[in-house]
């Protein structure tokens, strides 16, 4: 198995031919997905943390008092925890930026998905409520904030994510692990189709957000979000939690779908967070239901024609007796594992994975021949 190492010629969105150097090695496993909104990391620890819990209906109403009365949240890092229903939480919310959770839950229109919020005006991580508390939570919750000052991603990175950014968790439940890698493609097809919706519905310009694989959101050629999918096995059900972060109204650090809004049009209304929010969830549940009853296939013509790496041509620079041999593969789409599927000049078929050693997925790949 040969181990593939690429470097990018020339920017990324130009999907110029990129060059890869390669040495013999064991294949490592597929990394955890990360968005990192900031590059700077935070040593700032708070003491404790305030949550909001919001149910859609009576039932996730109930829930939300037992929660509360029961106090039954935690964090990993014994964070004390507050707990307050919607109807005791007005002080918590200091500005107009706050999250609007009326605006997102009159929103909701799913059946399981997003109907349980956990809100925050300041927190270390979404990640780590979901994920920590799964147990606790009804399937389909989502913990949202305003301020994440210790963001997780992949190598255990950490990040301070800014205001106007939509940064959220949520739970779901899967039994077949062969189709768990696939999930993060749902999501990140859900959030593209979600922006569009939004857009059409408000009569605003298109705003093409496009996926890099496996976990990124890129709108002309700027990294604007990315995906977080984690799981855990118990009672023979995988437990996922999905993070997902999104550059809706902080130029920072490259820019968002609000900037590029107003470039388009200078008169149009702004997206919002919590509108973006509801129309994630109302795809993601269609789509989800979709990929459970006939997979993945049923959803690639779409995800297709929202990534980045239609076509996209390779070199390859293997090293076999001292020289190096250059072959060009060009990416055709996805093996049923989740992985790359490209071919040769030879018109033979490869599947490339994450090495496990670089930052960006495309610097780093093994190819195995199928």
Same mark, same amino acid.
Not at 46 to 69: F, H, M, P, Q, R
Not at 139 to 155: A, H, L, M, Y
Not at 225 to 234: H, K, N, P
């Given at each position: 198995?040969?181990?593939?190492?690429?470097?990018?010629?020339?920017?990324?969105?130009?999907?110029?031919?990129?060059?890869?150097?390669?040495?013999?090695?064991?294949?490592?496993?597929?990394?955890?997905?990360?968005?990192?909104?900031?590059?700077?990391?935070?040593?700032?620890?708070?003491?404790?943390?305030?949550?909001?819990?919001?149910?859609?209906?009576?039932?996730?109403?109930?829930? &939300?008092?037992?929660?509360?009365?029961?106090?039954?949240?935690?964090? +990993?890092?014994?964070?004390?925890?507050?707990?307050?229903?919607?109807?005791?939480?007005?002080?918590?919310?200091?500005?107009?930026?706050?999250?609007?959770?009326?605006?997102?839950?009159?929103?909701?229109?799913?059946?399981?998905?997003?109907?349980?919020?956990?809100?925050? +005006?300041?927190?270390?991580?979404?990640?780590?409520?979901?994920?920590?508390?799964?147990?606790?939570?009804?399937?389909?919750?989502?913990?949202?904030?305003?301020?994440?000052?210790?963001?997780?991603?992949?190598?255990?990175?950490?990040?301070?994510?800014?205001?106007?950014?939509?940064?959220?968790?949520?739970?779901?439940?899967?039994?077949?692990?062969?189709?768990?890698?696939?999930?993060?493609?749902?999501?990140?097809?859900?959030?593209?189709?979600?922006?569009? $919706?939004?857009?059409?519905?408000?009569?605003? +310009?298109?705003?093409?957000?496009?996926?890099?694989? +496996?976990?990124?959101?890129?709108?002309?050629?700027?990294?604007?979000?990315?995906?977080?999918?984690?799981?855990?096995?118990?009672?023979?059900?995988?437990?996922?939690?999905?993070?997902?972060?999104?550059?809706?109204?902080?130029?920072?650090?490259?820019?968002?779908?609000? &900037?590029?809004?107003?470039?388009?049009?200078?008169?149009?209304?702004?997206?919002?967070?919590?509108?973006?929010?509801?129309?994630?969830?109302?795809?993601?549940?269609?789509?989800?239901?979709?990929?459970?009853?006939?997979?993945?296939?049923?959803?690639?013509?779409?995800?297709?024609?929202?990534?980045?790496?239609?076509?996209?041509?390779?070199?390859?620079?293997?090293?076999?007796? $001292?020289?190096?041999?250059?072959?060009?593969?060009?990416?055709?789409?996805?093996?049923?594992?989740?992985?790359?599927?490209?071919?040769? $000049?030879?018109?033979?078929?490869?599947?490339?994975?994450?090495?496990?050693?670089?930052? $960006?997925?495309?610097?780093?790949?093994?190819?195995?021949?199928?």
């Amino acid at each position: 198995m040969e181990a593939v190492r690429l470097t990018t010629l020339s920017n990324f969105h130009l999907l110029n031919i990129l060059v890869l150097r390669c040495c013999f090695t064991s294949l490592k496993p597929l990394r955890r997905l990360s968005f990192s909104v900031s590059a700077s990391a935070m040593e700032e620890s708070d003491a404790s943390c305030n949550l909001v819990l919001y149910g859609k209906s009576s039932v996730e109403t109930e829930i &939300a008092k037992c929660l509360k009365n029961k106090n039954s949240l935690t964090l +990993p890092d014994n964070t004390k925890v507050s707990l307050f229903l919607e109807s005791e939480a007005k002080h918590l919310v200091k500005d107009d930026g706050s999250f609007n959770l009326s605006l997102f839950m009159n929103s909701i229109l799913t059946h399981r998905f997003g109907r349980f919020l956990i809100w925050s +005006p300041r927190l270390s991580s979404t990640h780590d409520v979901v994920s920590h508390n799964f147990s606790e939570l009804p399937v389909g919750s989502v913990c949202v904030t305003d301020i994440q000052f210790k963001g997780r991603g992949r190598t255990k990175n950490v990040w301070e994510s800014p205001k106007g950014c939509l940064m959220y968790s949520f739970t779901l439940e899967m039994e077949d692990g062969r189709v768990v890698p696939l999930i993060q493609y749902v999501v990140s097809l859900a959030v593209t189709e979600a922006v569009k $919706d939004v857009c059409d519905k408000k009569g605003l +310009p298109y705003i093409d957000v496009k996926i890099k694989w +496996p976990n990124d959101l890129y709108l002309n050629g700027l990294k604007v979000g990315g995906i977080l999918c984690t799981s855990t096995y118990r009672s023979k059900k995988f437990h996922v939690s999905v993070g997902v972060g999104l550059n809706v109204d902080n130029e920072q650090p490259t820019t968002c779908l609000n &900037a590029v809004l107003k470039g388009m049009s200078p008169e149009s209304t702004l997206l919002k967070r919590e509108e973006i929010l509801g129309a994630f969830f109302h795809k993601f549940e269609k789509f989800f239901d979709l990929f459970m009853d006939k997979g993945f296939k049923s959803l690639e013509e779409l995800y297709y024609r929202t990534w980045l790496h239609s076509e996209q041509r390779v070199i390859v620079e293997e090293k076999v007796e $001292d020289q190096v041999v250059q072959n060009v593969v060009t990416i055709q789409g996805l093996t049923s594992s989740g992985y790359l599927l490209a071919i040769g $000049d030879d018109n033979q078929m490869y599947e490339l994975h994450p090495d496990g050693n670089s930052f $960006d997925f495309f610097k780093g790949l093994v190819r195995r021949k199928i």
